[in-house]
């Protein structure tokens, strides 16, 4: 009942007598398939097909782009080029500097694979991100809070590293006793939390305005009384949201990428 | 109202199964995307900076080699037109030397015609002088045997009277010289 989907649910639910608005079920369909492997439910829904598409369709772009690569790049050479060069030089190069290159392609793929999902948020038929499945940006942020651990011990040393995220250097000592508690915290449980959170949190949240407004045009529109005349506000809402939403969907990606080569560049770079 | 199912469901707890679906979903995307897509990526724009580099390395060393034509023609021009200008010159001095020989040879000739031209009518001024001086004795002793009537066949008195004679006539010719001048 914590949820804020809920409460919205709950307020719109108030106003409207036959008005059903978007639940937390949006993001709970009906399985598919399901099966059970080594005492896990697995349940393939909408939203899991959804991902694969989504996956599939980026991974076929970006393949059949670099299959017969030329000097002079064609039109989707250039379109897949021109993104991995932002991860690349925008990102990995400009934020970690010239030690940064060899993440790039980590970087590139996380972009890629995040703004693929997030692009399902408007596409017609699928209308939902598997980003807005928690598990998804989970999955994304444990893998980088290994990877940049992972760095962080292979670059500087075991001891050097914990050490420089429990004591950052420049802190009084009496400072500590507050200081290195909420650095631990920080570095090992709030960063990679955060990180998932902020894009399921935007691609829900995303989904949810778009559904309500979706579903009140809807509802407006068959209500059978004079409300039918906000019906075209309601739908002119649901425009203007998708395209806040398609700012989101590049947006939150590329701020989930460039955390991400923020948290490498500490890993990388001991602290100053 | 849906609020009994939806409690049946925190957003914020996913299960295991998802988060391994995901998991493999993504693994997958990143290994081909790491493996294959991005270094072919990377060895295209390697490739393409090459190109670049390559062209302009080209280009660079065809200007060098225009302008090292254009070098070599100027200074084989500049070449040509010293050797020209000498060759002017040594014709000119060929020239003038070939005058003053010339004009050397001339004076030479000349002057030795001029020469061998007094020599001769020196000659023959003595020729002459030597003739005249015989022919004279002999016609004033002609002369004078006939005036005085007496033969000065005795050659010892007539070739002294001859030479007095004739040393006389010297003295004359030079008094009247002298007088002259």
Request: proline share 5%; aromatic share 10%; with cysteine.
């Amino acid at each position: 009942m914590t949820s804020s989907a809920l409460a919205l649910s709950g307020v719109l639910a108030a106003n409207g007598e036959g008005f059903h608005a978007p639940t937390v079920e949006e993001f709970y369909p009906a399985p598919i398939a399901s099966f059970s492997l080594l005492g896990l439910d697995f349940e393939i829904t909408r939203i899991t097909i959804i991902m694969w598409i989504a996956t599939a369709a980026i991974l076929a772009l970006l393949v059949s782009a670099v299959r017969r690569p030329t000097i002079v790049p064609g039109r989707l050479q250039w379109l897949a080029e021109s993104g991995y060069s932002v991860v690349r030089d925008g990102i990995a190069r400009d934020v970690i500097g010239p030690k940064g290159l060899p993440f790039a392609p980590f970087l590139a793929s996380l972009f890629f694979f995040i703004l693929a999902n997030n692009a399902m948020s408007i596409i017609p038929l699928a209308q939902i991100s598997p980003n807005s499945k928690f598990a998804i940006p989970l999955v994304l942020a444990l893998v980088c809070w290994v990877l940049y651990n992972w760095i962080g011990i292979r670059e500087q040393g075991v001891g050097r590293y914990f050490k420089d995220a429990a004591i950052p250097p420049g802190v009084p000592a009496a400072a500590l006793i507050l200081v290195t508690p909420i650095e631990l915290l920080q570095v090992f449980i709030i960063r990679p939390f955060t990180l998932a959170v902020r894009l399921f949190a935007n691609m829900f949240a995303g989904h949810m305005l778009l559904a309500v407004f979706a579903l009140g045009t809807s509802y407006l529109l068959f209500v059978g009384n004079f409300s039918v005349i906000f019906a075209p506000f309601s739908f002119l809402m649901a425009l203007a949201m998708t395209f806040f939403e398609l700012l989101v969907i590049v947006l939150q990606a590329y701020v989930f990428t460039v955390l991400m080569a923020t948290y490498l560049s500490g890993a990388v770079e001991p602290a100053h | 109202m849906n609020i009994l199912a939806a409690e049946s469901h925190n957003p914020l707890i996913p299960p295991i199964s998802e988060i391994i679906v995901g998991a493999i979903t993504f693994g997958i995307l990143l290994l081909v995307l790491v493996k294959f897509v991005f270094p072919q990526m990377e060895k295209t724009f390697v490739a393409r900076r090459e190109a670049i580099e390559g062209g302009i390395e080209r280009a660079e060393t065809m200007q060098a080699d225009a302008k090292a034509a254009l070098e070599q023609y100027r200074a084989q021009l500049a070449e040509a037109r010293t050797e020209a200008a000498q060759i002017r010159d040594a014709a000119r001095a060929d020239g003038q030397q070939i005058i003053e020989e010339l004009r050397a040879q001339a004076q030479e000739e000349s002057a030795r015609i001029v020469a061998r031209g007094e020599e001769q009518l020196a000659s023959s001024r003595q020729q002459v002088l030597n003739e005249l001086r015989g022919q004279i004795g002999t016609l004033a002793v002609e002369l004078a045997g006939r005036v005085v009537g007496e033969s000065l066949a005795d050659d010892a008195r007539r070739s002294g009277t001859v030479d007095r004679f004739l040393d006389d006539l010297d003295g004359m010719s030079a008094a009247t010289a002298g007088d002259a001048r």
